[in-house]
């Protein structure tokens, strides 16, 4: 296709009175960030790029949590809260928001600060307390400063993992960088 339409430019620059050399076109575009000098020669410009340093960075694009046990079926990880206490949690991809249970609230010293009506999976609607945790973090993945219900189940829920793609295997929970 593309050796057609250099065709039909030659012919039309040529009938125009122009005739032009035109250079073979590059099919295939460089993966990053880069320019193309007077001389046809890729030049890499990432270090220029903010948008390619990130993708290309340290952090990985993958947060990987081993399973430690289910519980009725569905995964429990360990999750870090406010940078020093550590958890097992229910990751609950159908739960909106996280919520610890009062005694890891007591272990945090976590004081309610409010409350939430909201649905359970019976679909009957309770109000529960509510408080702010300072981070919750799962293997290098971390939110910061984020409301969480005090709730009889420790539930991993979406206002931690909505910034991920979820993969659950045998034996570890991923968590994709979108």
Excluded at 58 to 78: E, L, M, N, S, W
Excluded at 102 to 125: H, R, T
Excluded at 141 to 160: C, E, K, R, T, Y
Aim: hydrophobic letters at 45%.
């Amino acid at each position: 296709m593309q050796q057609i339409i250099l065709f039909f430019i030659k012919t039309i620059v040529t009938f125009a009175g122009i005739n032009f050399v035109l250079p073979p076109a590059i099919a295939q575009e460089a993966e990053n960030c880069y320019m193309i000098d007077s001389a046809g020669t890729v030049v890499n410009l990432s270090n220029l790029c903010p948008e390619y340093q990130r993708s290309q960075s340290k952090t990985p694009q993958i947060f990987t949590a081993r399973i430690k046990h289910r519980y009725g079926g569905i995964p429990v990880i360990d999750v870090t809260f406010n940078g020093q206490q550590q958890f097992e949690m229910i990751v609950d991809t159908g739960a909106t928001q996280t919520s610890i249970t009062p005694a890891m609230a007591n272990q945090l010293g976590l004081v309610p600060v409010g409350s939430q009506i909201v649905q359970v999976a019976s679909g009957e609607a309770i109000k529960l307390p509510t408080g702010r945790v300072s981070s919750i973090e799962v293997s290098g993945a971390i939110l910061g400063d984020s409301q969480v219900l005090i709730a009889p189940l420790p539930l991993l829920g979406q206002n931690f993992f909505s910034r991920y793609d979820v993969t659950i295997r045998q034996n570890v929970v991923e968590f994709h960088v979108r």
